[in-house]
Every structure is written in structure tokens, then in C-alpha cells.
């Protein structure tokens, strides 16, 4: 077994070169180690993240993968888009190498308490209000992970946070072995990721290594409304440390405070981490829709658990207006409001949006296809959607399971069809983006689809 702490002279691949290759490859040549990259694209493609690399030694298998190149590492670290199921893993498993995660190799170095925040939806909204609550109380924080910078540029910074906050996604977590956090926040489960896991179990099993090395000093904070998630608390390993709920439930109250946790009663959460019970309106709350509030309790218990304030919360909660993408106002037009929700990439993620609007929703959906079942959200489209656009490699498949559930088009490319949105709203209308798949059909990213969607509305006028 290598000892990830002692990497001197061992041979070390590398495999796909983004942001998190480029840190990790200097982190592993800081730690001695012999670094080899690999990546299935060419030197011209790779060149702006080849430049980073100039000052240090490093080798080069680019433009493709050599078996040969694989068979001669000691450990082989892989970026998290890379799949731990190619046959090139298997085959190198097989003799005798080693192959992790960067987020796995790059934790273990990680001295800080972390704060490791995983689930479907809400990550990385979560992660950020609970680092501006903390930085609100003066409590030094680095946040990292699946948001924001690579675990190795924080170990590579040599500049310690009195809190590490990592928000953790499947892909990250398929490595754990020794990741071991301080406290674990679970927002919420639902079908993801089908491009890359066979089966919703598969996709589950992942998300429960979160909880691999949980101990008595460990704190959970799950959604007591989510029903995976609860599924989830039953197991030994979550039930080895404490626990805390939240909830929108008025009913759980009494169980929830009994053992600790959050719950929203009318315009109040109500929070208990020890003897007291504490109270924060909601009066104020900028962000829109109830998993708003499902976010900002797991934010105030995961924040009050190193040493956040009451009034620092207090005053993120009435300033904080959501992160970008994630059913971001955009603006009016003629009495329609637009909304971008390129964030959501998952069917619970569209329903999510969905629940925060009434009635006379233009939704234009669709992106990559991913094998998702989009067939639960034929009901709240029923209820709330007025005209289905559907655009991009998903939407024969979305078509399918809830085109008849609304008024329906079928369009070819996404400027057309928020065009078409535009045509067909009256006043009183909210056209939103909330796409149900990932971009990477048309887009680079969902940052990018979303500001090429804000592009377009912000041309519109009436």
C-alpha cells in the first residue's frame, strides 16, 4: 500500500489535464515524486494549461493513453471527469498499481477541520453561505472542492484556514478510502449522473462514502424531508457520530429539537446545536423557492458548528441573493420575468425550481442526453408550465416522457428557442431556464449556457 504522505521518488500518473492536473502535478513534484501526465487530448489543445507547467519537470503521454505508460506508475491519480471504470484502470489495478482521486490523495494532507458538503442539488449554495456566515464571524475559511479551486491548491498554498469547506460530488467520493470530515452536510438525493453510473444504486453507493470514517466526533447535518437521505441516516457508519435535521416539517419540531437540528416554522427557523434554542426570520431572505430555506439551515448548522455568530448570520441570510445560475433573476421584459436556472442539470432540480413559481411558466429545458427518467415532473408540468421548449440532444427523450403535459416545441438551436419562450409569453408570464441535462452538448458548461441565456434576454425589448 503507498503511502500517499511519502511520494519521494515514486512514479506518479497523472491522468486528464485541467485545473486540478496542473495543481496537482506541482503539488506531487513539491512532494518529490516523478510526475507523468496523460490526457486523450493533443499539446495544441492542452496548451494553455501546458504553459502552467513550465516550470516544472514533468513527463508528457498526450493525444491518447498508452498501456505501457500506465503499467509503469507506482500510483495513478485521476481528475475527477475521468471514470475509475475504463478498462486502462482495471487492467493497471490488476498489476498492482495503485489509482485514487486527487480529491482522495489531496485530503489526506488536509491538517484543518473540513466541512465536507455533498447531495443532488444545492452544494454549492450551501457552501457559500456557510463561508459567508463564518467570514462574517471572523472565522478564516478556504473553500474548494467541486466549487471553486482543486483540494491541491489549497495543500499547495501552505496557508491554513481555521475551516476547510469542500463541496464533494459523486465523482470525488468514488476514491474515498481515508477522507474524513469534521462535518458532513447531505442536501438531498435524486437520479443524476446516468452517463456515468449504470443504476440510481450505483450513483447512491458512491454518494454513502461520504460517511466511510465517520467516529463519534463526527457531525451529520441531513434534509429530514428528503427521504434517500433519511434512508441514508439509517446506516452504521452515519449513525456512529451525532446527527442533526433539517426540515420545512412544522410537525417535526418537537423530535428535532429534542435531538438537535433546524426546522422552519412561518418565518422563523428554529436552530439547536446545545442547550438553547435560537431563532432567524426568514422575513428578509432575498433567494427565491423552499429549498432556499432547505439550504440556509444547513448552512446555519454547519456555520454555528465553528463558532459562527448569530448576528453574522443573521445578516447573510437577509443579504444573500443566491448564487449564479441557480434561479437567478434576470430581469423583466414587457411584464414577463426571466429567470436562469442553467445549474440545474437533474429532474429534482427542475422540480425544485418549478415549486417556486405558481402558475404560467415558460420552461425551456433539454441538453445532453443522460438517460435520465424526466416522467416525475409530468405532474408539476401539468400544474405550473404553460409552453414546454425543448432544445438540444435531450429533447426527444423529454418529449417523450412530458411533452403532453403542456404545450410542446421541439427547436433546433438554443437561440431559437428562447426566441420562441419570448413569442409566446404574455404578461404576468416567468420564462426559465431550467434545462434538466448537462450543457456539454452544445456548451462548455453550464456557466456558459447560462450567460449566453442572459445574453439573449438582455437583448429583448418590447
Known amino acids: 500500500m503507498i503511502d500517499y504522505q ?37 499539446k495544441a489543445e492542452l496548451a494553455n494549461h501546458l504553459e502552467k507547467m513550465e516550470d516544472i519537470e514533468v513527463k508528457y503521454d498526450l493525444g491518447g493513453h498508452s498501456p505501457k505508460t500506465f503499467l509503469q506508475q507506482d500510483l495513478i491519480i485521476l481528475s475527477p471527469g475521468i471514470s475509475p ?35 443532488t442539488n444545492g452544494k454549492t449554495t450551501v457552501t457559500k453561505l456557510t463561508q459567508m456566515m463564518l467570514q462574517e464571524s471572523g472565522v478564516k475559511t478556504w473553500v474548494g472542492g467541486n466549487f471553486g479551486a482543486p483540494v491541491s491548491e489549497y495543500v499547495l498554498s501552505e496557508n491554513p484556514a481555521d475551516v476547510v469547506l469542500l463541496e464533494v460530488s459523486s465523482f470525488q467520493l468514488e476514491h474515498v478510502e481515508k477522507f474524513n470530515p469534521k462535518n458532513i452536510v447531505f442536501t438531498n438525493l435524486a437520479e443524476n449522473h446516468f452517463d456515468r453510473y449504470r443504476t440510481m444504486e450505483e450513483y447512491v453507493n458512491a454518494k454513502r462514502r461520504i460517511f466511510l470514517n465517520t467516529n463519534q466526533a463526527t457531525t451529520s447535518i441531513l434534509n429530514a424531508d428528503d427521504n434517500a437521505v433519511v434512508e441514508l441516516a439509517r446506516d452504521p457508519a452515519v449513525q ?79 443579504t444573500f441573493g443566491g ?52 416522467s416525475p415532473l409530468k405532474d408539476i408540468i401539468k400544474q405550473k408550465v404553460k409552453n414546454l421548449i425543448l432544445v438540444g440532444e435531450a429533447k426527444e427523450r423529454i418529449n417523450r416522457d412530458i411533452g403532453d403535459y403542456s404545450e410542446t416545441f421541439l427547436i433546433g438551436t438554443f437561440e431559437e428557442a428562447v426566441l420562441i419562450a419570448f413569442q409566446k409569453s404574455r404578461i404576468g408570464d416567468k420564462v426559465l431556464l431550467s434545462p434538466g441535462a448537462s450543457s456539454f452538448d452544445i456548451f462548455d458548461s453550464y456557466v456558459e449556457r447560462g450567460n449566453y441565456y442572459k445574453e439573449i434576454v438582455n437583448k429583448f425589448n418590447r
Open 323 to 374: 448564487m449564479p445560475h441557480r434561479l437567478e433573476y434576470v430581469r423583466k421584459v414587457g411584464g414577463v420575468e426571466f429567470y436562469n436556472d442553467s445549474k440545474a442539470t437533474n429532474v429534482h432540480a427542475v422540480k425544485r425550481a418549478l415549486a417556486a413559481f405558481n402558475e404560467n411558466v415558460i420552461l425551456i429545458m433539454g441538453g445532453k442526453d443522460t438517460n435520465l427518467n424526466y
Open 85 to 119: 471504470n475504463l478498462k486502462i484502470f482495471d487492467y493497471a489495478r490488476s498489476q498492482g498499481v495503485k489509482v485514487t482521486g486527487e480529491f482522495e490523495f489531496a485530503t489526506t494532507f488536509i491538517k484543518e477541520p473540513v466541512i465536507a458538503i455533498t447531495g
Open 6 to 42: 511519502d511520494v519521494v521518488g515514486k512514479k506518479v500518473l497523472i491522468v486528464g489535464l485541467g485545473r486540478t492536473g496542473v495543481a496537482l502535478a506541482h503539488l506531487l513534484v513539491k512532494k518529490g515524486a516523478v510526475v507523468t501526465v496523460s490526457d486523450h487530448k493533443s
Open 240 to 318: 456512529r457520530g451525532r446527527i442533526f435535521y433539517f426540515s420545512r416539517k412544522p410537525s417535526l419540531e418537537p423530535q428535532i429539537m429534542n435531538i438537535g437540528g433546524a426546522v422552519v416554522i412561518k418565518d422563523k427557523v428554529h436552530v439547536r446545536t446545545g442547550p438553547e434554542i435560537d431563532y432567524y426570520s426568514l422575513e428578509n431572505m432575498k433567494m427565491q423557492g423552499a429549498h432556499a430555506q432547505e439550504n440556509v439551515m444547513a448552512a446555519i448548522l454547519a456555520s454555528r458548528e465553528h463558532g459562527a455568530k448569530h448576528e453574522a448570520v443573521q445578516r447573510v441570510i437577509d
